[in-house]
């Protein structure tokens, strides 16, 4: 399980990292608010660690940001603060739990398991990201509430990139979980079907990240 730690002291980093390792996790960084952001956005974490007193941008509201752009990923508060209205707070930001510093590393690991596995029984089926919703199961496809009709392989095609979790998706990896690893196709024909997808998803959009691939926008 990849996870984000977001945190400005560069001790507690370190030994958070090398503790969730110790735990199983793979362990990704960042020490201030903005690049925390742009990490968590990116994508493909199960969870993220996030310290409320950040420099650029506190953890309250890298919090309401990731919401607000659709990223579900569930989030744990590190606060030396523990009041009744911090709890509030946290929550109402979208938080999904908090621990006070000092933090047990067993205690902190076990938090994120369980938060993975809430995720997990809660979305099994559908993935949101922003406006669209999608069902794995019965592949109904919605934008804003609106029925989306694709094609088999249109449909393959956003499979990908939403199981992705927001993080990007080579041209390579679509050609070959697509197509087939065998198969005799022109590249270009993933330009064809993205161009079809994102004009059936407008306004949901699909990111062209240059030099690495393509992802759904979690807004």
Not at 187 to 210: A, F, T, W
Request: charged letters at 30%; glycine letters at 8%; proline letters at 3%.
């Amino acid at each position: 399980m990849r996870v984000l730690v977001v945190d400005d002291d560069g001790a507690i980093r370190d030994v958070l990292s090398r503790g969730l390792a110790a735990e199983g996790f793979i362990v990704d960084c960042a020490d201030d608010g903005p690049s925390g952001l742009w990490r968590a956005l990116d994508g493909g974490y199960c969870a993220i660690v996030l310290d409320l007193l950040l420099p650029g941008s506190s953890g309250y509201k890298v919090c309401e940001a990731l919401r607000s752009e659709g990223v579900d990923t569930p989030i744990l508060v590190l606060t030396a603060k523990s009041g009744d209205l911090d709890q509030v707070d946290l929550l109402d930001a979208g938080a999904d739990d908090f621990l006070t510093k000092p933090v047990s590393i067993t205690v902190l690991a076990a938090r994120l398991r369980a938060l993975v596995r809430r995720r997990a029984s809660v979305s099994a089926n559908e993935i949101v990201r922003g406006r669209l919703r999608y069902d794995l199961g019965t592949r109904r496809c919605t934008v804003a509430e609106r029925e989306v009709e694709l094609t088999a392989r249109e449909e393959q095609v956003l499979r990908q990139l939403l199981l992705a979790s927001g993080a990007c998706v080579t041209r390579a990896e679509l050609l070959e979980r697509v197509w087939g690893h065998d198969a005799e196709v022109d590249p270009s024909i993933v330009d064809v079907y993205l161009r079809r997808v994102r004009s059936k998803l407008d306004p949901v959009i699909i990111d062209n990240v240059r030099g690495v691939g393509y992802r759904i926008a979690g807004r």
